[in-house]
Structures are given as structure tokens and as C-alpha cells.
T-cell receptor, first 118, second 112 residues
């Protein structure tokens, strides 16, 4: 089954304790992305990756790190979590677009990780 | 001004009616436009995408795009209670640019 998986699905932690949220896709997608979703703010992109070893900042990268050592995996790292990083996090993946408007390929989202930082 | 603006709702419509969801965007370089549906506690799923001015129909859903007015909408005909969800408008620039910007979403409630 084609899917994007995230782990853990739920996490409660304390300020300053490093954590990693894993994301894996089995569709051989080039493009992967992390979003956070907050009430009233919608989905905001944290980081994205065009391919292995190619990553770039999204709209809200502060306090987060990512790596893309393998095509299928795109972990999100919070080195020193703070309460303002309490949020619902989604990983997404898609094939690379061709550059033509109709070359867009659907983004597939993972099930989400609900993070609470106390 | 937000890049992608939506009314957060809730928008309430009776079962069987047409639901009209609206979205405006600020970047005139935007070329691709998407509507995602998100049920409470679930991840977003793509309903439709559109990139040419005019209408695009898929079953009960019609996406409408007006680039001159920087406006995109989603019509849902014969609304069903199962359509009750939050609808996210998303926009992407062209030229291979990958970044997709989402609106805050409009919550739709279909009343039986």
C-alpha cells in the first residue's frame, strides 16, 4: 500500500529535551515536506526537500532541523523543543513536478503527529 | 496581506444545497491551485487542482479560477453530511517551483 508514515503519532515531552519525528514514504517520491498546523494559522511549511541531500527552509524553520540521507526518509528534529512548538505536524511527499502547471503531482500526507511540549 | 486568504467559517448549508467556498491569493506568479479536504483529526487529501482560467468539474465538485481577480473557488453540488470538513485552498507558483502555500481553511457544515 502506497503511504506516508509518521512516528510517533502522539508525543508529550518537556522543554529542552531533543526529539525526532520520523517520516517515511514508499512511493519513491523525490519531494518531501514538513508542515505544522495550528488553529487560525493553517498549514505552514517548515522545511522541504527536493531530493536526497537537498533541503531548504520553508516559512517557519526556526527551531527545527531536517536531513535527507535516503530518498524514503525525512526526519524532523527538534534540538531543544519549546512550548510554542506544540502543534500538529504533517509530513508530505510527491513526485517532482515537470515545471509545467499541469505537471503537478499530488502531495500525499502522513497521518500527523500531535506534539505537546510542556 | 496573507498570501492565501480564506474565510474560516463555519459555512453552514442544508443537505442537497450548493456549497460555495472561496479563496483569494496575492502572488500574481501563482499558476497552480488546489483544494484539499481535511476531516477533523485527519490529514488533508486532494480533491481538485486547476491551473487554467474557467471551470473544472469532477463529479459533484467544480473548481473555478479567475487569475485576473486572483480568485479561486470550489462549488460542491448536492452537499451531503459526509462533505462536512475543513476545505483548504493551496497555491503554487509555476516554473517548477515546489513550494505550496495553504490558506487557513474553511469549515463546512452540511446540515441534514
Amino acid at each position: 500500500e502506497a503511504q506516508v508514515t509518521q512516528n510517533p503519532r502522539y508525543l508529550i515531552t518537556v522543554t529542552g529535551k531533543k526529539l525526532t519525528v520520523t517520516c517515511s514514504q514508499n512511493m519513491n517520491h523525490e519531494y518531501m515536506s514538513w508542515y505544522r498546523q495550528d488553529p487560525g494559522l493553517g498549514l505552514r511549511q517548515i522545511y522541504y526537500s527536493m531530493n536526497v541531500e537537498v533541503t531548504d527552509k520553508g516559512d517557519v524553520p526556526e527551531g527545527y532541523k531536517v536531513s535527507r540521507k535516503e530518498k524514503r526518509n525525512f526526519p524532523l528534529i527538534l534540538e531543544s523543543p519549546s512550548p510554542n512548538q506544540t502543534s500538529l505536524y504533517f509530513c508530505a511527499s510527491s513526485h517532482q513536478t515537470s515545471g509545467h502547471p499541469d505537471g503537478y503531482n499530488e502531495q500525499f500526507f502522513g497521518p500527523g503527529t500531535r506534539l505537546t511540549v510542556l | 496581506q496573507k498570501e492565501v486568504e480564506q474565510n474560516s467559517g463555519p459555512l453552514s448549508v442544508p443537505e442537497g444545497a450548493i456549497a460555495s467556498l472561496n479563496c483569494t491569493y496575492s502572488d500574481r506568479g501563482s499558476q497552480s491551485f488546489f483544494w484539499y479536504r481535511q476531516y477533523s483529526g485527519k490529514s488533508p487529501e486532494l480533491i481538485m487542482f486547476i491551473y487554467s482560467n474557467g471551470d473544472k468539474e469532477d463529479g459533484r465538485f467544480t473548481a473555478q479560477l479567475n487569475k485576473a481577480s486572483q480568485y479561486v473557488s470550489l462549488l460542491i453540488r448536492d452537499s451531503q453530511p459526509s462533505d462536512s470538513a475543513t476545505y483548504l485552498c493551496a497555491v503554487r507558483r509555476g516554473g517548477g517551483y515546489q513550494k505550496v502555500t495553504f490558506g487557513i481553511g474553511t469549515k463546512l457544515q452540511v446540515i441534514p
